[in-house]
């Protein structure tokens, strides 16, 4: 196996992990057994030890000397902190992308808010709405070009698929949403860079709430 293809299993063994953990397949706490991921994924050890090492630098796996490595459990105090820290990062990549977006940029925002609105018609489905909400806000954080930014968020984005919610199956969780996904592209389309890093962490902020809303 040439080293591309070795990277490329890699990142195949790590993709089909980490939809496995986020789609409760592998819940919180679940033990990331590399004999038993390889046997079960029909392949060697060694790019299932490389992507469970992944996995823990991405902070949806740790590991223990005596219990080896396992899905993270997140908490409540854990998910407030995951989201205090986003609502800052999120306003910050907004007001940046607001300064570089394109005409091109903006239409692509649009199709991915357009889309969403579409969606609120049909059932709610909490995979495809959170991975929805997360492609919005990726697309802003590309736009902004901040690559430590984008790092730092795409870890807290990981830990905040393990919290177990019932946020996404709520019809007017689902509105909102978009009603605020809206408000931050109409500051983007307009220049006006305060307001949609205000928009944007008063999103992330009402997430936070919405998510732990019992």
């Known amino acids: 196996m040439t080293t591309t293809e070795r990277a490329l299993l890699t990142e195949s063994v790590h993709a089909t992990l980490r939809e496995q953990i986020f789609a409760g397949e592998l819940p919180p ?7 038993a991921l390889a046997a079960k994924l029909n392949v060697s050890r060694t790019p299932v030890r490389e992507a469970v090492q992944q996995l823990i630098s991405e902070g949806i796996a740790v590991y223990t000397r005596n219990a080896g ?48 609105r579409a969606l609120l018609d049909t059932p709610p489905d909490h995979r495809r709405d959170a991975r929805m909400d997360l492609e919005f806000h990726t697309a802003i954080r590309d736009i902004a070009g901040n ?15 393990l919290y177990r919610s019932d946020m996404w199956t709520i019809e007017e969780n689902r509105r909102i949403a978009v009603d605020e996904h809206e408000r931050i592209l109409a500051a983007i389309r307009s220049g006006d860079a305060e307001g949609a890093r205000s928009a944007a962490s008063a999103h992330v902020a009402g997430l936070l709430v919405r998510t732990r809303r019992k």
């Open 29 to 35: 706490g679940a033990a990331l057994s590399v004999p």
């Open 69 to 116: 490595a396992k899905v993270d459990v997140v908490d409540d105090e854990t998910i407030r902190a995951v989201f205090e820290v986003r609502e800052v990062l999120d306003g910050l990549a907004a007001h940046q992308a607001t300064l570089r977006a394109t005409y091109k940029n903006i239409e692509d925002l649009s199709v991915l808010v357009v889309d969403q």
């Open 147 to 161: 690559k430590p930014l984008r790092e730092a968020s795409t870890r807290l984005d990981g830990q905040a698929h």
